[in-house]
Each structure stands twice: as structure tokens, then as C-alpha cells.
């Protein structure tokens, strides 16, 4: 009677529907700053994230928009009507570079916050863009100079936990005198997001340094993005703390003796320090 009874219950737990789960990947799109403006002027280059649905299976699954947590943050009309359909082993771009997408944070950086069916990887990136038209004037669209692979995460760091970053590049030693190819500076940047209902105390340290922590104020549901963190320490671990469930990554970018180079651009995920 007992294996019966085993055996009915395998049953129903295998003709059970999987359950959409979240996913967050970070949203963007922003000027780009810091550059050399002799190469780069203000306001033609931005900052700019795209994401795609891959159904690795073949069944058909969905994935839906649930918000964007950032401020002033919007699903687009169109994306917000319920769940969308991903074909079986299809790769569907959802946003490409200077396509519109279905997901804004304004011109601050936030998270986007997905639920999506078992199967459906979502993947991204960041990418450096500036207008190009090929000699065509009236159709102008954005190539991407530079770009680098977004983090995704599944669940939300908990409230009061403290996260790592991946290592970031050394610091260049300075300017140099015989290679134009060398590295002169680097900008680290941070975003953290408040995925909590209150406001939180969220805490930066740079790991192996004496320099004093940052302390912020950030709102529920408010992204705080930081640029040029710890200028001229030799740090490569960025420590972050919140009293509220949050998210967070790190970026740096990288430029060199020879103004013309296209800065490299790399991103970190953090992971909590057990």
C-alpha cells in the first residue's frame, strides 16, 4: 500500500507545471561621461543595455515583465500585458543596441525584475554606443564601441548581508611615456538598487584599504549609482552592505595614453561573503 501511495504522489509532483521564478539583469541607458572629449564630445556617446530570451527546451515557455526597480522606472505598453511567448530553441532579442526594448530606468541604471519559465536563460549586456549612419544620414542608428556581459541574478541579496565583487583591474601605475597603448586611468563604477519596502543604510568599502567607508541613504525601491569610486587606491574587491534586500554590480572602465583608443569596459557581480 505504502509503494501505491509513493508512486501516486511521484505522479502528480511529475504532471506538475514548473513555476516562473524571478530574474534580475541590470537596465541602462545613460551619457557617457569621463571620456576624452577630443575624442569622445559630450553627448555623443552613451551608455546602453540590451538583454534576450534564450528557450533552451522544446517546449514553449514564457517570460513576463514584472518592473524596474529604479526610479522613474517603466515597463513599456505592449510588454506589461502578461506573459510573453519564447518558441522552443530560439534565441529572441528583446532589446537591441538602439532599439527601444521594453524596459526603461530613465537615465539612471536599475535592475529589471523578470519572471521567467524553467528553460528560459536571459542573458545581456553593456554597451558603449555611438551614433552611425554608414554615409546614410536618414537612417542613423548606434554601434557599439565597446561592451561587456551583465550579471543575472536569481534571488535578491538579503537585507544586512554583505556582498564581494568579482576583482577588478589594477590600477595603471601611471602615464606612459613610450607606449600609447598603455592604460592611464581607471573609473570603477557601482550600482546598488533598494529592492526593499523601506529605506536603507547601504555601506561601500574598499577591501585592503584604510580609506573610510561610504555611508548612504538610498529609498525603497531607488537605484544609487556611484562613479569614480575610491580614485587613486589600489583596491580590486568592493565590499557593499544594506539594511534592506538589495542588488548591486561594478563596473570599471579603462583609458589609455592614446586619446583615440576606445576605453575597454568590464562588469562585476557580487556574490555574499559566507
Do not use: K
Request: charged share 10%; glycine share 8%; with cysteine.
Amino acid at each position: 500500500m505504502r509503494s501505491v501511495t509513493v508512486l501516486a504522489v511521484a505522479l502528480l509532483l511529475a504532471g506538475t507545471p514548473s513555476q516562473a521564478a524571478p530574474v534580475y539583469i541590470p537596465v541602462a541607458f545613460a551619457p557617457a561621461l569621463m571620456l576624452p572629449p577630443d575624442s569622445y564630445p559630450p553627448e555623443t556617446v552613451w551608455w546602453r543595455t540590451s538583454h534576450s530570451f534564450t528557450n533552451t527546451t522544446d517546449a514553449t515557455l514564457t517570460a513576463q515583465y514584472v518592473r524596474v526597480i529604479g526610479s522613474p522606472g517603466t515597463i513599456r505598453p505592449g510588454c506589461d500585458d502578461g506573459p510573453l511567448v519564447v518558441p522552443p530553441r530560439t534565441l529572441w532579442r528583446i532589446s537591441d543596441i538602439g532599439g527601444s526594448g521594453c524596459a526603461s530606468s530613465g537615465h539612471s541604471p536599475g535592475f529589471l525584475e523578470l519572471d521567467v519559465d524553467p528553460g528560459v536563460v536571459v542573458s545581456g549586456g553593456i554597451h558603449l554606443v555611438t551614433p552611425h549612419s554608414c554615409g546614410d544620414p536618414s537612417a542613423i542608428g548606434e554601434i557599439s564601441l565597446s561592451s561587456a556581459p551583465l550579471p543575472v541574478y536569481r534571488t535578491l541579496f538579503p537585507g544586512g548581508s554583505t556582498v564581494a565583487s568579482l576583482g577588478l583591474p589594477p590600477l595603471p601605475s601611471g602615464p606612459s611615456c613610450t607606449n600609447p597603448r598603455a592604460p592611464v586611468a581607471r573609473r570603477v563604477n557601482l550600482t546598488v538598487a533598494n529592492a526593499g519596502l523601506e529605506a536603507a543604510t547601504v555601506t561601500v568599502r574598499a577591501s585592503g584599504t584604510s580609506a573610510e567607508p561610504l555611508v548612504f541613504f538610498v529609498p525603497a525601491g531607488t537605484p544609487l549609482q556611484l562613479n569614480d569610486l575610491f580614485p587613486n587606491l589600489h583596491y580590486e574587491v568592493l565590499l557593499v552592505t544594506s539594511s534592506q534586500p538589495f542588488l548591486a554590480y561594478a563596473s570599471s572602465v579603462t583609458t589609455y595614453a592614446d586619446p583615440a583608443q576606445i576605453p575597454s569596459l568590464a562588469v562585476y557581480s557580487f556574490r555574499p561573503i559566507d
